[in-house]
């Protein structure tokens, strides 16, 4: 069945970088776009970006746009996340999520990575 | 920036009720919509896509309807499983927005 599953649980102090991986299986990777989400304690989904795992572009939210960096390798079948500078408000759990290339609907998605940013 | 707005934040109901939940989008979306489930500690689940259309594997229990601005999520007869929280989002543009929540909890 499509699964996607994501590295463990990370602590990272302020002003660091943390890179959480998403392992695809399942289903054609390079076929499907891949997503970034995450969810601050209590708070709504946010979404972060994506990236065509066929070519390779990425598109991100203007709010994270100088802090992250999605990436894919397509022989790992695995997709990633690098989020630098972190700060506590970035504490969250953090999911990638399976997308078409066309229209953005997320499913299925990983199981979540919790990061926690304190000093 | 468009943003979601979902109503009731909160709802409880029982085993069985039927229940309504809206989202209303700050412009229009044409049916760029779709709902999720979220069960506590768990990652969220797509219920339906384009408004309207039900996901593979889900229950036909879960409709949704809509265009525009408006939207809505009915669940005809809940069950034990559906007592999570339900987000809307929208796929029209990045960056692509989610609503607050609807928590439905257990009268």
């Known amino acids: 069945q499509v699964q996607l599953v994501q590295s463990g649980a990370e602590v990272k102090k302020p002003g660091a970088s943390v890179k959480v991986s998403c392992k695809a299986s399942g289903y054609n990777f390079t076929n499907y776009a891949l997503h970034w989400v995450r969810q601050a304690p209590g708070q709504r989904l946010e979404w972060m970006g994506w990236?065509?795992?066929?070519?390779?572009?990425?598109k991100y939210s203007q709010k994270f746009q100088d802090r992250v960096t999605i990436t894919r390798d397509t022989s790992a079948i695995t997709g990633y996340m690098d989020l630098r500078g972190l700060r506590s408000e970035d504490t969250a759990v953090y999911y990638c999520?399976?997308?078409?290339?066309?229209?953005?609907?997320?499913?299925?998605w990983g199981q979540g990575t919790l990061v926690t940013v304190s000093s | 920036d468009i943003q979601m707005t979902q109503s009731p934040s909160s709802l409880s109901a029982s085993v069985g009720d039927r229940v309504t939940i809206t989202c209303r989008a700050s412009q229009s979306i044409s049916s760029y919509l779709n709902w999720y489930r979220q069960n506590p500690g768990k990652a969220p689940e797509l219920l339906i896509y384009?408004?309207?259309s039900l996901q593979n594997g889900v229950s036909s229990r879960f409709t949704g309807s809509g265009s525009g601005t408006d939207f809505t999520l009915t669940i005809s007869s809940l069950q034990p499983e559906d007592f999570a929280t339900y987000y809307c989002?929208?796929?029209?543009?990045?960056?692509?927005?989610f609503g607050q929540g609807t928590k439905l909890e257990i009268k």
């Open positions: 990236i065509n795992t066929d070519n390779g572009n990425t």
């Open positions: 989002q929208q796929s029209y543009s990045a960056p692509y927005s």
């Open positions: 999520a399976r997308g078409t290339m066309i229209v953005n609907w997320f499913g299925p």
């Open positions: 384009a408004a309207s």
